[in-house]
């Protein structure tokens, strides 16, 4: 029986071992010739997430986005000096002298991806679309007041709106979508959200062929996009779950590009050969915000946080520079404003900025004059009805660097007489469980968002309340101040008026912005050339704001293939070590058969 | 979103009805293989696990045939030659693989063979470079190899150590003894007497830890972004994907019970006192 | 001439502890036909001697002087050699039964092995032969297909014998062959060793603590005290009349069924034996002895006569050199 047993088992696992160990040489065969299989160019690109899905209706994430914005085109284009709209589909739009109806020129002679034509009327059927279909409302505050579409012809498209507006040149982020495909679905939300678009029909410079879930997608090159055929033939998105392996991978050629690195991994690359950094300014920032309450009876937010004094204090109780020092490494700006530091024609600095400066014994003396003088043993501050002040912050384990900010925070709060409960859980678990019902009172996450800052400064009016709202912050001067700035049709006075906002959400603190992290990225410099930063001063070189990808020029190395897999004198090694111990084995086994004979 | 599509949301969930009713449905579904839609992909969760399945048996499976054949291998080779060079240093070695967490591991192989030396592709089970037949076998094994040999280090050590000492003390028994009074060579006493008894326990405590295998190949799926069950759990937890989690976590432990169950009869198979019992 | 002979053997164990001598110049003869009473108490060296006829012993032990069985000298052969020799030249039945069979091979297996192993004949001529002896030690043929824990106590011991016998030894070493087994069961194994023994000529050195038992089956004694001989004679006589002072000691602790003197005080003997490696001096059993003399622990007894055909290594036998103090 055992016998039986033995040699069958020892088939099996040398079938196994032999299978495993010649996988190094499938690797050196295939990545030596698959890479520009058929010599297609092929650009890799290591991301630390797959897309949640290319349906438009269920854009989510930055991969979705990127995604997006290569298959399909805007109304307009953003140039990469300083994300002003430039020519897309529309060549221009110009308003009628109330900035009620804009009449845009159509680009003629567009294609989608399948051969049809691009008009005007594929432009309004998708505005309407998403007035009838996204119900989830992923693009409608990009078309406000209702707005009605017309087509006179073929390259005219024109906007009506009630009340005036200058949505048209924001520009609307709305990805163009092909009439004759999504038609079917206009007005059924259920049945357009489970489409899979997979491959997808656009008119970008590249189309969306495959999407091999959890493990990456494909796009292939648009030969016949309008804006000139890409020089490089597919993106291959490859999704990597651990950061640590997507940079080993970057080492070895296994990928032209990762995107989104944490800072460790990124510094460790800093210098290694034929590996460029990519150190992108501040796309995004990252904030403390509070819940005012207001999403329902089952609120549980600390009514506290609704003194100015008590959310001032812990502004001045919060050392940004400890978090940029520690959670980002030195990778962030210290933060204060909602516009970024990377869009200079709105970012502003607050005229009061010492107000706010890191000052745990101002705070405390704050704290003390506004009614909160008196601690519970543990030395928290008992509020005025004598409870003491712990608040719930809950952190995302998935958003770089949320959680350590948090640890940071509540040993800060702790300083100044705060306690601080923290809770991790996911974006999706607090989307589930907590942020509809209001179940907190502070969570550290962030936002990114348009160039035009009408979309982030829309978050904090009341109506967003269960929409992008932080908190259900509410405040009517605000209200007011939103919708003033909505009917500012002359630029310089929108902009001082949006400094104005700036200031008021800076000094009314319905969030803290903490800091403006690095977007970190890093590229093989042996594959490709041509990268363009967006925006181009100190912008990422991918994940950007469009047609980042055409520009790319393959190099030597790209046109070769990669050079990963075992090399041949290894094999040689490897095979010569090989036969030494099938041979001592063997002629041991002589020699004892001979002893015992 | 609004409170309408909420309440739509909790309705087509089942999650605004009372919480034993939603017991009784769950229970029903579960005996009934209806695990329900995962909230992040919008599929059946039974077609998610059917996707990731394979990729971890394939992943476990050749990592448990090679750990468990050298595992067992060099604990026969170290007991019979006990206080040898090789035993020292595989009882070295193999205390030091079986204290070392797996994503430690994964990360050194990693480092080592993707970043120095360029060997073998960082993640993934393919090139997704549209190859068929021998390349794509070939392609996959090359995807194969760093996951399963970190899986092959993390549990390697625990067998050999588990087969020495079972032989160890299989050899002081008396009928070990008898065999070489016998005059039966050295390498049969050890192959027909001494090895086919140190295996009796060996194997029971192999085959149960086969059940966890499944659990355990968590942390390497993820490090290797290989795309299985334990990558599915990784990520279900992360997205709080409840019905995906809920119906894994099941198949888990349907799998401990069925390797504690297949280790019994193996065992009945392989010692003729517990066959009759 | 003589089947087995030990000349002068002196076995030590390597320990961490130090070396521990556990047999210390011990000569023997059996020849052939003859059955060799080996009798002592637990730790003794009684077995070790067993284990070392046919050099199973732990690889490091020091072993010195000779051991010759069946013409070869077993502490001079090659691996290969010895090998050769091990079950065709001398065999064991040991003790413990239970645990000297392996308990997931077919008890058929187990005794061609040996047949096989040594090339005796083929496959099928060895089942035959397994069968045969099977019913030699009086259980069926079909017994071969049995595993060993289906078998009974009694029928396990049966089933060693038979494995002793498979490569037809010239000698067989019988390791306690009986201690685990009540006393109809052992009385039928000993008539069947004792059969056995007769009819096919077989030299066997038989080693128990059981005086009773020995005197049984055995031609001669030796009687062994702390890893030498301390008696030697027939089996009748050394038993029923001892010379020295501990065989005397070892008889009367088992008593005679019957036996009037035995009855109401069954005698025993007080205290341990000696750490081997810490053995008395002159007379090692002195400590414990009921005769002891001054000078027993100075003078070193060597095995002197005491009387036709016995040996004894005490200063009280007749062929002891005078000493002052010592009666006889």
Request: some cysteine.
């Amino acid at each position: 029986m055992m016998r039986r047993w033995r040699p069958v088992a020892l088939a099996v696992t040398l079938v196994m071992v032999g299978g495993v160990a010649l996988s190094g040489s499938a690797l050196a065969q295939s990545s030596g010739t698959s890479s520009p299989t058929g010599n297609k160019i092929v650009l890799r690109v290591g991301v630390p997430g797959d897309m949640i899905s290319p349906n438009p209706l269920l854009a989510t994430n930055g991969d979705d986005y990127e995604t997006l914005f290569n298959a399909y085109d805007l109304l307009f284009n953003f140039n990469p000096d300083d994300l002003s709209p430039s020519p897309g589909l529309a060549t221009a739009c110009n308003p009628s002298a109330d900035y009620r109806t804009w009449t845009c020129d159509i680009r003629s002679g567009v294609t989608w991806s399948d051969g049809q034509p691009l008009t005007a009327e594929d432009i309004a059927f998708t505005y309407r679309f998403i007035e009838t279909t996204d119900e989830n409302e992923v693009f409608t505050s990009y078309l406000p007041y209702h707005p009605t579409f017309s087509v006179p012809n073929a390259t005219t498209l024109i906007w009506k709106s009630p009340k005036p507006t200058f949505a048209p040149t924001i520009p609307p982020w709305i990805p163009i979508l092909p009439e004759h495909i999504w038609k079917q679905y206009e007005g059924d939300g259920k049945a357009a959200r489970g489409f899979a678009n997979v491959p997808a029909v656009g008119s970008g410079p590249f189309v969306l062929t495959s999407w091999d879930k959890g493990q990456g997608w494909t796009m292939e090159a648009n030969k016949n996009y309008w804006g000139g055929a890409p020089a490089i033939d597919e993106i291959q998105y490859i999704v990597y779950d651990s950061q640590e392996a997507m940079v080993q991978a970057l080492k070895s050629g296994q990928v032209d590009f990762t995107d989104n690195l944490n800072p460790t991994l990124f510094n460790s690359l800093v210098g290694q050969p034929n590996i460029g950094t990519v150190k992108g300014t501040a796309s995004t920032f990252t904030n403390l915000a509070f819940n005012f309450g207001g999403q329902g009876p089952d609120a549980t937010n600390n009514p506290v946080l609704k003194d100015l004094n008590i959310r001032r204090a812990i502004a001045m109780g919060i050392d940004k520079q400890s978090i940029v020092d520690k959670v980002w490494q030195g990778d962030a700006q210290v933060g204060s404003v909602v516009t970024l530091p990377s869009r200079p024609q709105w970012f502003y600095t607050p005229t009061d900025v010492q107000s706010q400066a890191y000052d745990p014994a101002a705070a405390n003396t704050l704290l003390d004059q506004s009614g909160y003088a008196s601690k519970d043993p543990s030395g928290i501050r008992l509020d005025k009805n004598g409870q003491p002040i712990d608040l719930n912050i809950i952190t995302l384990p998935e958003e770089t660097g949320s959680v350590d900010t948090g640890k940071l925070i509540a040993a800060q709060l702790q300083q100044i007489g705060i306690g601080v409960k923290l809770q991790s859980m996911s974006d999706k678990q607090i989307e589930n469980n907590n942020w509809y019902t209001g179940d907190f009172d502070a969570y550290v996450w962030g936002w990114g968002g348009d160039p035009d800052p009408n979309f982030i400064l829309s978050i904090f009016i009341t109506s967003q309340c269960l929409g992008w709202s932080d908190g259900c912050y509410s405040n009517p001067t605000y209200d007011k101040m939103f919708a003033h700035q909505s009917t500012l049709l002359d630029h310089t006075a929108r902009v001082a008026y949006i400094q104005k906002m700036q200031q008021f959400i800076y000094d009314q603190i319905p969030e803290i912005v903490l800091n403006y992290p690095n977007y970190l990225q890093a590229y093989r410099s042996d594959r490709f050339t041509g990268w363009k930063p967006e925006p181009t001063n100190g912008g990422t070189y991918l994940f950007g704001w469009g047609n980042q990808y055409q520009g790319l020029q393959p190099l030597a190395a790209a046109e070769s293939g990669s050079s990963s897999g075992i090399p041949t004198v290894l094999w040689v090694v490897l095979g010569l070590v090989a036969i030494a111990v099938i041979a001592f084995v063997a002629l041991s086994r002589r020699r004892r058969a001979e002893e015992e004979a | 979103m609004t409170p309408q599509r909420i309440a739509q949301i909790e309705h087509d969930q089942g999650l605004d009805r009372p919480l034993p009713q939603q017991f009784v449905v769950y229970a029903e579904n579960t005996l009934t293989g209806r695990f329900g839609i995962s909230f992040v992909t919008n599929e059946s969760v039974t077609t998610v696990i059917a996707r990731a399945i394979w990729p971890t048996v394939l992943l476990v499976g050749s990592a448990t045939l090679i750990s468990t054949f050298f595992g067992l291998w060099a604990g026969i080779k170290g007991a019979w030659g006990r206080g040898s060079l090789f035993d020292t240093t595989s009882l070295f070695g193999s205390l030091v693989l079986y204290s070392a967490p797996e994503g430690w591991l994964g990360m050194i192989l990693l480092i080592i063979f993707v970043g120095t030396f360029h060997w073998f592709p960082a993640g993934q089970m393919s090139s997704n470079t549209g190859q068929t037949g021998i390349a794509n076998v070939l392609d996959i094994l090359s995807h194969l190899f760093l996951p399963c040999m970190t899986l092959v280090l993390g549990y390697i050590g625990e067998y050999t150590i588990i087969m020495r000492s079972s032989l160890l003390e299989v050899m002081g028994e008396d009928f070990v003894m008898t065999a070489r009074a016998k005059g039966v060579p050295d390498r049969l006493v050890r192959r027909s007497h001494a090895v086919p008894n140190a295996l009796l326990p060996t194997l029971t405590l192999v085959f149960y830890s086969f059940g966890f295998i499944l659990g355990g190949s968590v942390i390497v799926e993820a490090v290797f972004s290989w795309p299985g069950l334990g990558l599915l759990t990784y990520r279900a937890i992360q997205d709080l994907d409840y019905n995906v989690i809920q119906a894994v976590f099941l198949l888990f432990s349907l799998a401990v019970i069925a390797f504690n169950l297949a280790a019994d009869i193996t065992y009945g198979y392989l010692d003729p006192r517990v066959r009759e019992a | 001439m003589s089947v087995l002979s030990v000349r002068d053997l002196g076995i030590e164990y390597q320990t961490t502890g130090g070396g521990v001598p556990a047999v210390r110049g011990v000569d023997l003869e059996v020849d052939r036909g003859e059955v060799l009473g080996l009798a002592g108490e637990s730790g003794c060296g009684k077995s070790t001697i067993a284990g070392a006829i046919l050099r199973l012993l732990p690889v490091k032990t020091r072993i010195t002087g000779r051991i010759e069985l069946d013409g070869n000298d077993i502490l001079e052969l090659t691996p290969g050699k010895l090998r050769a020799v091990r079950w065709t030249a001398g065999s064991i039945v040991f003790q413990g039964a239970m645990h000297a069979m392996n308990p997931v091979q077919r008890i058929g297996e187990q005794i061609m092995e040996p047949i096989l192993v040594h090339g005796q004949s083929g496959e099928r001529e060895a089942r035959i032969r397994a069968g045969t002896l099977l019913e030699q030690v009086g259980l069926p043929t079909r017994r071969l297909d049995d595993y060993p824990h289906e078998l009974s106590g009694g029928q396990k011991q049966r089933i060693m014998i038979a494995m002793a016998l498979a490569c037809s030894p010239s000698l067989i070493v019988a390791d306690e062959p009986t201690t685990a087994l009540d006393v109809m069961v052992q009385a039928q194994v000993l008539q069947l060793l004792r059969t056995l023994q007769h009819d096919l000529g077989l030299a066997l050195l038989f080693i128990t603590h059981d005086l009773s038992v020995l005197v049984e089956v055995a031609d001669r004694l030796a009687i062994m005290y702390a890893g030498k001989i301390v008696e030697q004679g027939g089996a009748e006589a050394v038993f029923h009349s001892p010379a020295h002072p501990y065989t005397k000691a070892l008889a009367a602790a088992f008593p005679a069924i019957g036996d009037m003197r035995f009855r109401g005080r069954p005698s025993g003997l007080g205290g341990d034996p000696p750490d081997p490696q810490q053995i008395p001096s002159g007379c090692p059993f002195h400590p414990r002895c009921a005769e002891v003399t001054p000078a027993c622990s100075s003078v070193t007894p060597e095995l002197w006569t005491a009387g036709p055909a016995r040996l004894a290594a005490c200063v009280h036998v007749s062929g002891a050199p005078a000493l002052e103090g010592v009666s006889r």
